[in-house]
């Protein structure tokens, strides 16, 4: 038999990569791809509305984008109620 391209062991790339996600923070969202840490199982979308502030910023919610080891608890966080979270395990599937 013939083989080429891979000597021994052929992975995939994203096994051998790990995962990307993207990280940033904005009003409304944003969107930067970045390689997670190999502890990093998950990518993450925290968005967080001030409410009762005086500057509103047309009401956008500050978006936070991050991987992450695990998909966290709100309380785990100390974020405080106005707060969601989305979790997802594809690369760059924290998008808006």
Known sequence: ELLTGCPYLCLPVAITQGLR???CKDFGGCSKPFNCPRSSTHCVIIATRECGSPISFTD????TKMCYNSCPEVSELGLGPHVSIVCCQSNLCNRD
């Open 21 to 23: 996600c993207h990280l």
């Open 60 to 63: 956008l919610p500050l978006v």
